[in-house]
């Protein structure tokens, strides 16, 4: 059996935990380094009690250091803030190691776009040509030869897989779509604010960053190479009362008039053998329940001949399919590995 040795700089965030969940249970991969300023020294059960009597749990954390992540890693996952990715990834390249960042610091092709949506410099613009995009479905075997991999955003994965049959088939208009996007509270992050309090979140329903949300440059970057033209989307995401869990509703003007079972054909034909995404049945409508602590994107679609306009319907688990599942695949991939190695079928249910 394969032993990947694994690295996670950046471990006490919501990403960083479901990193240790997944590789607490990988055949191939082992957790040998986790990184934490502020936790050095103690080991990871401390404070993540699930993974006692598991493997990773008696990992104490380090201080990041790219030395000693070089000399005893094989891969690293960089689950930190944007800005100090982009750094830490380039070293640890210079030094050989693979890099599987879960930061938007190498999403974006265009440098330019990448200061005016997230305001600080990209201070690594050399490295930008040989990062991978990882979406697996769409980028999977240039992900098996890449030394750096820009893991997708939650936001983007669930958009981009929703509207890829519809608009490789030329299904809808590539003007005009508007992507309504909720998400669990998870997908804030884990750092303590007011705006994600238990009584600030719960039995309440509310709207954010209407308009500029960073996902939006990367989403129209990767729809752009669908279409084969430059496209430019509303996405407007929202905030649900849950934990995990991303529901997008996709709305898109029908581009000829089309019927309901060519549509539903058309995005089966185009999953057909896809080990993720699921199309569902016509009539039916995913859920994120369905998806939770999976790597499963549930799709459903709704052709309204009465507006002429094609509605999908989208669910991705945010932490596992939209972060840390998604990173792991594609770590898979860059070792030769079959993609879904270690990465759970089963939903997890209540």
């Known amino acids: 059996?394969?032993?990947?040795?694994?690295?996670?700089?950046?471990?006490?965030?919501?990403?960083?935990?479901?990193?240790?969940?997944?590789?607490a249970g990988h055949p191939n991969m082992r957790l040998v380094r986790a990184t934490s300023r502020t936790e050095a020294g103690r080991p990871l059960s401390d404070i993540y009690p699930f993974l006692r009597g598991l493997p990773g749990g008696d990992v104490g954390m380090t201080a990041p250091d790219p030395d000693d992540l070089a000399a005893n890693c094989d891969v690293a996952f960089l689950a930190v803030p944007h800005g100090a990715a982009m750094e830490m990834?380039?070293?640890?390249?210079?030094?050989?190691?693979?890099?599987?960042?879960?930061?938007?610091?190498f999403r974006l092709r265009d440098p330019d776009v990448y200061e005016a949506w997230y305001k600080v410099p990209h201070t690594r613009r050399a490295e930008l040509p040989q990062a991978v995009y990882g979406l697996p479905e769409l980028y999977g075997d240039a992900v098996k030869k890449a030394g750096l991999v820009a893991n997708p955003g939650c936001y983007p994965?669930?958009?981009?897989?929703?509207?890829?049959?519809?608009?490789?088939?030329?299904?809808?208009e590539t003007d005009g779509i508007v992507v309504d996007a909720k998400s669990g509270a998870t997908g804030a992050?884990?750092?303590?604010?007011v705006g994600t309090l238990f009584c600030e979140v719960s039995d309440t329903f509310r709207a954010y960053n209407i308009g500029k949300h960073r996902h939006t440059p990367e989403i129209e970057q990767e729809l752009s190479a669908i279409a084969g033209a430059p496209m430019v989307v509303s996405f407007n995401p929202h905030l649900l009362p849950i934990n995990r869990g991303i529901l997008a509703t996709i709305y898109a003007k029908l581009a000829k008039p089309v019927s309901p079972q060519d549509v539903q054909a058309a995005f089966e034909?185009?999953?057909?053998?896809?080990?993720?995404?699921?199309v569902l049945p016509a009539g039916q409508l995913p859920e994120t329940r369905h998806v939770r602590?999976?790597?499963?994107?549930?799709?459903?679609?709704?052709?309204?001949?009465?507006?002429g306009r094609l509605v999908i319907i989208s669910a991705i688990d945010n932490l596992c399919r939209g972060a840390s599942g998604q990173a792991v695949a594609n770590?898979?991939?860059?070792?030769?590995?079959?993609?879904?190695?270690?990465?759970?079928l089963a939903p997890l249910m209540p």
């Open 1 to 23: 059996m394969t032993s990947i040795r694994a690295g996670l700089v950046g471990v006490t965030g919501y990403t960083g935990m479901e990193l240790t969940r997944l590789l």
């Open 89 to 105: 990834g380039a070293t640890l390249r210079q030094r050989g190691l693979r890099v599987v960042d879960l930061s938007a610091d």
């Open 157 to 172: 994965t669930a958009t981009i897989l929703g509207l890829y049959a519809a608009l490789k088939h030329g299904l809808v």
């Open 189 to 193: 992050g884990r750092k303590a604010a």
């Open 269 to 278: 034909q185009t999953w057909q053998g896809s080990r993720w995404v699921r």
């Open 293 to 307: 602590g999976t790597m499963f994107c549930d799709i459903g679609v709704v052709t309204d001949q009465r507006t």
């Open 331 to 344: 770590a898979n991939l860059m070792f030769g590995l079959p993609v879904e190695t270690g990465l759970m």
